[in-house]
C-alpha cells in the first residue's frame, strides 16, 4: 500500500507511479478488450395453435436475453401454401411448423430441399447448462424419439427435415355426471369394458339417446360431440391409409383396395345413422358451448385436447375422465418443426428446437398443455406414468395415454394425404346431411380423388 505523506518526494513518486499505472492499463487494454454481450438474435417462427407455448418461450428467452423470439400463427392449411410460396421466393422464417397429413408432401420429390438437413447442424455450447452437449446433429438424438414419429420428418432421400413435436395420442374423454344420469357406469375402467369395438360404442350411444328426454333431443344433444370424428380414429388404427409403402419415395396409391378406408367409413357412417351425434363441429363456438352445457357425453380427444377442454369449459373441471378408445391405440394430429433452407438464423434456430423438443422440455409441456410427447425415452419415466389431472376426475392420462400410443403400428403419409383427407370428409358431410346415400356419396369421394392423379 502506498503511503502518502506531505513531503515532496513521496508526491513526485505517487505522480510517477500514477503514470506508470496509466501506462500499463493503455497497454492492457490494447490486448484484452471488455466481454461483448452476444448480437441479438431475432428467431421467426411460423406456427398454428399451441405449437409453440408461451411459457417454454420466455424460460428460453430469459436463459438467452439475446434471443427474440416471434411466433406468427396461422391455421393449418394457409400456412401450408405460405410455407409453398416461400419455398420458391424465399422468406423471414427461421423455423415452420407443419402437421404431419403434410408431411408426406414435403417430404416427396426435391421438396426437401425447401428445409435445412438437420443431420447436417451441430448443436452448438449454448444450452450446455440445459444438459444439451454441444455437437449433437439430429442422428445424435433420433434415438429419444418415437421411431414411427421421427420418420415423419424425414425425407425420401434420407434428410432430416423436421423433429416431431408431439403424437396426438387419442383416448375419450367422457362426462361422469351425464353417463350417471343415463344409467351408464362412471368408472373409467368399466367404461372402458362397455366398448371394445366400434360396434359396442355406438350401441352404448344408442342406449345413451334412448335416456334423453325429448326436449334434449330436440335441442339436440348426443352422445359424441361429432360422430364424423370416428373416420380418422378408425383409419390411424389399421397400418396403412391412401398409400401403402412399396419401396419408392411416392409410395402406391391404395384409396381404392385398402379394407381400412372402407371400414372407416362403414363405421362413421353407422354412427350418422343412429343418431348418436350431437353433430357440432370440432372447434365451432357452438362446440365451444355445447361444452357447457353438455351438449355431449363424450370427445374423441387426442392429448392435447384436453387443455382446449379446460380453457373453453372451465366450470366442467372434476366432470369428465379419460376412458380407452375403442379397437386399440389410437392417434390425431401430431407437428414437426423444421428449419427452412433461407433461414438466416440457422444455428440458433437448431439450438432452440434441439432444446425446445428435448424429453425434459416435452414433459414440462404435456403437464402443462397436454401435447403428449414423442421422445419415447419418457415413456418408461414415473414422471409421466404417473401423472394425473385432476380436472379430469385425476385420470391418470400419463399412463392412459401412453398404452394407447404404444399399440399405434406406422402409417406411410403419402404426397396428397390431407386433400384426400378433405374429400372423405365432405363426403361424409354429405350423407349427415342426408344430401347423398352413403353408397352414391362413397363413388363420389373416389371420382375426386381420381381427379387429383389426372392434373
Known sequence: MLRTTSTGLNRKNSKSLIGISAALILIVSSFVQPARAADPITLTIWTFGEVIQPGLQREYQKLHPEVKIIPIKNDVDPLHQKTVLSCQTGGPADIIAFEVPYSGYWRTGNRPNCFQDLRQMKTSDTNAAAGIAAGLSATDIKKNYLPWRWEQGVAFNDSVIGIPTDVGGLQVAYRVDLFKKAGLPTDRTQVSKLWPTWEKFIAVGKKYVAKLSAAEKKSGKGFIDDAGSIYSAVMNQGTAKYYQADGTDAGKLVYKTNPQIKKAWNTTVSALNAGIGARLGQFTSDWNIGMNKGAMATIL??????????????????????????????????????????????????????????????????????????????????????????????????????????????????????????????????????????????????????KLFKN
Open 301 to 450: 380427444s387426442p392429448a392435447w385436447m384436453l387443455d382446449y377442454i379446460k380453457k373453453q369449459a372451465p366450470e366442467t373441471r372434476g366432470k369428465w375422465d379419460i376412458a380407452n378408445l375403442p379397437g386399440g391405440g389410437g392417434n390425431k394430429g401430431g407437428t414437426e418443426l423444421g428449419i427452412p433452407s433461407y433461414s438466416k438464423n440457422k444455428q440458433a434456430a437448431f439450438d432452440f428446437l434441439t432444446w425446445y423438443l428435448a424429453p425434459e422440455q416435452q414433459l414440462k409441456v404435456f403437464k402443462t398443455y397436454g401435447l403428449f410427447p414423442s421422445t419415447s425415452v419418457l415413456y418408461n419415466d414415473p414422471e409421466l406414468l404417473n401423472y394425473k389431472d385432476e380436472f379430469f376426475n385425476n385420470a391418470p392420462v400419463g399412463q392412459i395415454y401412453t398404452q394407447g400410443v404404444l399399440k399405434l403400428k406406422p402409417i406411410f403419409e403419402g404426397e396428397l394425404e390431407r386433400k384426400i383427407d378433405t374429400l372423405f370428409g365432405a363426403g361424409l358431410g354429405r350423407v349427415a346431411s342426408k344430401k347423398m346415400t352413403p353408397e352414391k356419396s362413397y363413388a363420389l369421394v373416389i371420382s375426386d380423388v381420381d
